[in-house]
């Protein structure tokens, strides 16, 4: 008798734990709840299933991958993000981030073709049939929004009122209505800019109809950045008096941009949201200056509310200074310190909070400073949360007796925080770190203590941060003398010799303002006196040089030979500048003239034939 074949189907590949996810569920689990939430936005079922059907295909393969591979790694992750892709949200939020949900998705397809590629599967069909769905996906997703929102001829569309009542608190209304208007600005050629500016002008004209809501309508803002927008490194790399300092990303016309992010240390309320908005306003309007962090934007209406300013890879001038090959560019970098104070002054701000953790090290050595101007919003301090009020605490060991005695802060009490500053930046502590209590301290300044000098330091730089540091106001310098000193503390460093240049191949001293430093070759700015990375003084020594090994054009034949004359105002503009670091110095050039404005090969603007090698005082 024969046998019947009878075919046996293979076991199941078995699913894997998905991280990320409440509970850890098994991987084809999560596909089955995946499919199962399609509905909750039907405007996006097109795109959304094209998306599962790509996980779904890839999964048996990812399966059998060792638990530590890295496209098994990214399968997980790119799952919890659809996942969360999929939670439910209002109508009124799905127009205003419907392009960022395609981009979304669009970047989860380009993530799966790495791991099709990776797992064997980079021939198959599935491969790139989406691409070929992917118009007609955002199509539908245009059109079933419209339909949703001003109806069909079977089905009457969305009121203002339904869209505004669908949403929980005023709070959120507004954050949904300022979404909407970012979207606006930020996308000119969306189909779907239409609809969604009809949208926000017939619910603002709702919310102005009806009485006892004054609150739901929003401020509108260019600096607004949605909190969706924005994803925190897992811990903060700093902590300051008014919040916690950590890196992140923002994504931003469809790229994510490294960031810093600044969360405060405020309570949920309507004072502190106002609070809040009123200091991110100001600083948005501060004109641009190197040494102040870029402010990119923020959000007052999220709990915590955050700014969102450029990235500063270096960390903390503290963290950075500690680092031996950085110590000897402790005078350079304060240098640009005290110019950003110097920015704030002829702002009218005093910074009110300088301390190592809110000066922060960014490209090329560039220091930035934030967190300024909040104690001058007293609204903020009321708010502060008791974290806050932990951190105030510990940052008297940086304030100055008059602070302490709660006199309003003055410009003169940010001189002294920079002296501290310079102390911490030394000790790689705190001040006053022998002393543990903070209390202990607050006495000691109180009583007109001052704190004991760090090891290592000259009595010239140990007489100067005294003075900074002392306990009377009245007995600082400003902050051009600060400079001004700071300044001298350099250039005895980089000593600069200064001898006529003599044409007929006789030792000559050149001096410049180099727009590279040629110590370490690294790119200065042409206001830099002093270079960002290694802290060589930028008026630049050239000694024993041979014209003919500096290869130089005078001005007037570099601009005519090579028809640079939109240069013309550029190189004039960085003659300026050299002449106001000699004059600085004290020096003057006292022989300025065509031929003695020199170019070299290297474009760089360079001041030669100086008829006096002499300081000012000493020809007077």
């Known amino acids: 008798m024969e046998m019947e074949d009878v075919s046996i189907e293979p076991e199941p590949v078995p699913g894997f734990p998905v991280y990320g996810l409440r509970g850890t569920p098994d991987s084809r689990e999560v596909l089955k709840q995946v499919a199962d939430r399609f509905r909750r936005m039907p405007e996006n079922d097109g795109l959304y299933r094209g998306l599962f059907a790509r996980f779904e295909f890839a999964h048996d393969p990812v399966a059998t991958l060792d638990s530590q591979s890295k ?12 996942v969360k892709l999929l939670r439910r949200k209002s109508l009124l939020e799905r127009l205003a981030r419907s392009e960022k949900m395609i981009s979304t998705i669009y970047n989860l397809h380009f993530r799966l073709d790495s791991i099709f590629e990776s797992v064997g599967l ?5 491969m790139t049939q989406w691409k070929t769905e992917w118009a007609a996906g955002c199509a539908d997703q245009c059109q079933k929004l419209t339909d949703l929102i001003q109806g069909t001829p079977g089905r009457p569309g969305a009121t203002s009122r339904m869209l505004v009542n669908e949403i ?13 208007s970012v979207e606006l600005k930020g996308n000119q050629v969306s189909q779907l800019r239409p609809l969604k500016q009809a949208t926000l002008d017939h619910i603002l004209a709702y919310l102005q109809s009806q009485p006892n809501v004054p609150e739901f309508i929003p401020r509108l803002f260019d600096w607004y950045i949605s909190k969706k927008d924005v994803t925190l490194a897992a811990e903060p790399f ?11 990303t923002w994504c931003h016309n469809d790229v994510d941009q ?26 948005s309007k501060l004109p641009p200056h190197p040494s102040i962090l870029k402010l990119h934007g923020g959000c007052h209406l999220s709990t915590p509310p955050f700014f969102v300013c450029e990235e500063a890879f270096g960390g903390s001038i503290v963290d950075f200074l500690a680092k ?20 704030l002054r002829d702002q009218k701000i005093v910074h009110g909070n300088l301390k190592g953790s809110n000066i922060l090290v960014g490209d090329l050595n560039s220091v930035k400073l934030l967190d300024f101007g909040c104690s001058s919003i007293r609204t903020i301090s009321a708010g502060l949360s008791q974290k806050s009020a932990n951190a105030q605490n510990s940052a008297v060991r940086w304030k100055p007796k008059e602070i302490l005695q709660e006199e309003e802060p003055r410009f003169e009490s940010d001189i002294y925080s920079l002296g501290m500053c310079m102390i911490e930046a030394l000790t790689v502590e705190a001040p006053f770190a022998e002393m543990l209590d903070d209390q202990e301290v607050i006495d000691f300044i109180l009583r007109g203590g001052s704190h004991p000098r760090p090891d290592g330091l000259t009595d010239v730089a140990w007489t100067f941060i005294s003075q900074l540091c002392a306990v009377n106001y009245g007995d600082r310098p400003n902050i051009d003398e600060a400079i001004q000193q700071i300044r001298q503390l350099l250039v005895e460093e980089h000593t600069i010799q200064l001898n006529s240049l003599d044409t007929k191949n006789k030792e000559t001293t050149e001096t410049f303002a180099a727009t590279s430093c040629p110590e370490c070759d690294s790119s200065a700015a042409v206001e830099d006196s002093f270079c960002r990375y290694c802290g060589y003084c930028v008026l630049v020594s050239v000694e024993n040089a041979q014209p003919e090994s500096i290869k130089l054009d005078t001005l007037t034949k570099y601009l005519r030979e090579a028809h640079r004359g939109n240069e013309v105002w550029q190189k004039l503009f960085e003659v300026g500048l050299a002449l106001q670091d000699l004059h600085g110095q004290r020096i003057f050039h006292g022989d300025l003239k065509p031929t003695n404005i020199l170019v070299g090969r290297d474009g760089r603007t360079k001041l030669a034939g100086f008829k006096f090698s002499g300081k000012v005082d000493e020809l007077a």
Not at 122 to 126: A, C, F, H, N, R
Not at 258 to 283: H, I, N, P, R
Not at 324 to 337: A, G, R
């Open 71 to 82: 496209p098994k790694h990214q399968y997980c992750d790119d799952l919890v993000c659809f």
């Open 122 to 126: 980079g021939e198959t069909p599935e």
């Open 168 to 180: 929980r608190g005023h709070k959120r209304v507004k954050e949904m209505l300022m979404d909407l």
């Open 238 to 248: 700093g902590n300051g008096t008014y919040g916690a300092v950590s890196r992140g």
């Open 258 to 283: 490294d960031v810093v992010v600044k969360t405060l240390y405020l309570e949920a309320s309507d004072a502190a949201e106002g609070s809040f908005l009123d200091l991110l306003d100001f600083w």
């Open 324 to 343: 031996e090959e950085n110590k000897s560019k402790f005078w350079p970098m304060f240098f640009h310190v005290a110019e950003g104070l110097q920015f």
